[in-house]
């Protein structure tokens, strides 16, 4: 089956290329979701229309379908656990992720059986499990299977393809836990240093806007120069300062007729001096 060897070769490219064009992880999710949709179809063409041995037609099902589809059901859920993050405070989200997290876990408690059968490597039960129409009542089936197209599903692909889904969005969560509990510690730690501005605000706007203008920071997204708004957010939340209308400090540093950057000029000065002083 060279063409589904081509088929997956050609997704696997176009997945990674928009992985590295991104702008978030919400447009990742949507973008790739349409590159395997459209894979899934010309998929779907070529499992309709050829014409299969049993052998062929269970490994098509066990082994080729799931790894297309798992990626769709994966691109999908992380759309949603994406779009309903909650913004704020650092323990919602964390709730809300292990919430999720929860769901995957009784899912596989639900499909033990069928779970530990895949990952052990058994094949007996191939047959009732991965040839189309081998519906049997007493062994049971996916309930989706009932909505589907029969000529291109069988009782368990879409279970074993939702397995592999959810493995794939468990790795995701707990990475993004990880990070969650790596950013909280890093606040705690800048608690526990105590370090406040002392200065004035309007020097601290002189200073913010010397920064973004000689593109000090960049966007980690866009790869772009940061803006003001962003690094303003980024020393709020750092220093735990409120800047107000830092713009309308900006006009009002505008307007000096004498020393406009009275701040910045100390800062030189006093590195200067620093230098300048015999080392002790």
């Given at each position: ?161 939702t397995i592999l889904a959810n493995e794939q969005l468990a790795l995701y969560i707990e990475k993004k836990l990880q990070k969650s509990n790596d950013t909280t510690n890093k606040f705690s730690m800048l608690e526990e240093l105590g370090l406040n501005w002392a200065d004035t605000k309007t020097s601290f706007v002189e200073l913010l806007y010397a920064l973004q203008s000689l593109g000090a920071f960049y966007n980690v997204k866009t790869k772009a120069k940061a803006d003001v708004k ?51």
């Amino acid at each position: 089956m060279k063409e589904i060897t081509t088929l997956h070769a050609r997704l696997e490219t176009e997945l990674n290329e928009i992985s590295d064009t991104a702008v978030d992880v919400l447009d990742l999710a949507k973008r790739s979701h349409e590159a395997v949709e459209r894979a899934m179809k010309e998929l779907k063409k070529f499992a309709v229309s050829y014409s299969f041995s049993d052998e062929e037609e269970i490994q098509f099902f066990k082994e080729i379908k799931p790894i297309f589809y798992s990626k769709l059901i994966y691109y999908v859920r992380l759309f949603d656990i994406e779009s309903n993050f909650p913004a704020a405070p650092a323990k919602a989200q964390t709730k809300y992720l292990n919430k999720q997290l929860s769901s995957i876990t009784r899912f596989l408690e639900d499909n033990e059986a069928f779970y530990k059968y895949y990952r052990s490597g058994a094949s007996y039960m191939d047959e009732i499990y991965f040839l189309r129409n081998k519906f049997n009542i007493v062994v049971g089936l996916d309930t989706c299977y009932l909505d589907f197209d029969p000529l291109f599903c069988t009782g368990y692909d879409h279970k074993l393809a939702t397995i592999l889904a959810n493995e794939q969005l468990a790795l995701y969560i707990e990475k993004k836990l990880q990070k969650s509990n790596d950013t909280t510690n890093k606040f705690s730690m800048l608690e526990e240093l105590g370090l406040n501005w002392a200065d004035t605000k309007t020097s601290f706007v002189e200073l913010l806007y010397a920064l973004q203008s000689l593109g000090a920071f960049y966007n980690v997204k866009t790869k772009a120069k940061a803006d003001v708004k962003d690094i303003a957010r980024f020393f709020e939340v750092v220093l735990n300062m409120e800047l107000g209308n830092y713009y309308r400090l900006f006009y009002d540093i505008r307007l000096r007729k004498k020393e406009r950057t009275p701040f910045l000029d100390k800062l030189k000065d006093s590195v200067i001096r620093r230098m300048d002083e015999p080392d002790l």
